[in-house]
């Protein structure tokens, strides 16, 4: 049974909210519209707007805004300054030690958060690392909490290796639109629309 999707404004309920899958350009719009900071990541943005609807309330908390001012590092085994962005500058640093395949990743991004005193040199082996795990078909890196749409397909070409990639982009939107989880299941084909 599909629910009709509810319009994100200020009369939405928590529970319909949670229920529905929205895009990061909704949860800013919304953010906007009402006041709350837009800034940071979807979940970090969800967070927000969850606490707001259960609240009502418009915290809006000053963080603390580093100066970020990017400089080549002196020394490869020098740690990665905590106001470090992914800039042209360190692209271009990155692609002088790893080479021109050089790009940044979801995983690197997550991999420096976890780890605050890396270096620049197990910044590049790790990057390294996972360039060559890819190269394997049968690696698949871990897919972010915030990346529904990305572990939607490929479970669904996990259960569906003979189906094209517009089935599972049909079957995501069906499945999007509906109330609940946004997690793939077998059952999602019977909506064969």
Known sequence: MITKRPILNKNITLKDFKDFYWMKEELVSFCREIGISCSGGKIEITGRIVEYLKTGKIENKKRKIKKCIQR?????NDIIPDNYSSSQL???YFRSIIGQHFHFTAYMATYMKDRPEITFKEYADEWQAEYERRKNKNYHSKIMKSC??????????KDNPNKTRADAIKYWKI??????DNVYSKSDLKYNI
């Open 90 to 92: 360190f692209r271009e």
């Open 175 to 180: 499945k999007k639109s509906m109330r609940g």
């Open 148 to 157: 529904e749409y990305n572990q939607y397909t490929r479970d669904f070409f």
């Open 72 to 76: 080549m590092p002196k020394n490869i």
